[in-house]
């Protein structure tokens, strides 16, 4: 498993449509279409969905991009 080298935590890197690979945490999260939030799919597309609350019915599952989690987002944010 590969490291973030800002904040140590464990990531996955997903190969995108574009050829490019895109840190994501390791556990896919619930979530529900629609919203502000950024998930990335099993195929590397980007999507906008929000978290589900309690027990709400979920759309899917997906990854959360790291930079959206890591401490130090707006340093490797270019
Ligand atoms: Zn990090």
């Given at each position: 498993?590969?490291?973030?080298?800002?904040?140590?935590?464990e990531i996955k890197?997903?190969?995108?449509?574009?050829?490019?690979?895109?840190?994501?945490d390791p556990d896919?999260?619930?979530?529900?279409?629609?919203?502000?939030?950024?998930?990335?799919?099993?195929?590397?597309?980007?999507?906008?969905?929000?978290?589900?609350?309690?027990?709400?019915?979920?759309?899917?599952?997906?990854?959360?991009?790291?930079?959206?989690?890591?401490?130090?987002?707006?340093?490797?944010?270019?």
């Amino acid at each position: 498993m590969a490291r973030c080298k800002r904040c140590g935590r464990e990531i996955k890197w997903i190969d995108t449509p574009a050829g490019k690979h895109m840190p994501v945490d390791p556990d896919r999260k619930p979530y529900r279409e629609g919203g502000g939030e950024v998930f990335i799919t099993d195929r590397g597309e980007m999507m906008r969905g929000s978290t589900p609350f309690g027990p709400e019915p979920v759309d899917g599952y997906a990854y959360t991009p790291h930079w959206a989690t890591c401490p130090y987002a707006e340093e490797f944010r270019r």
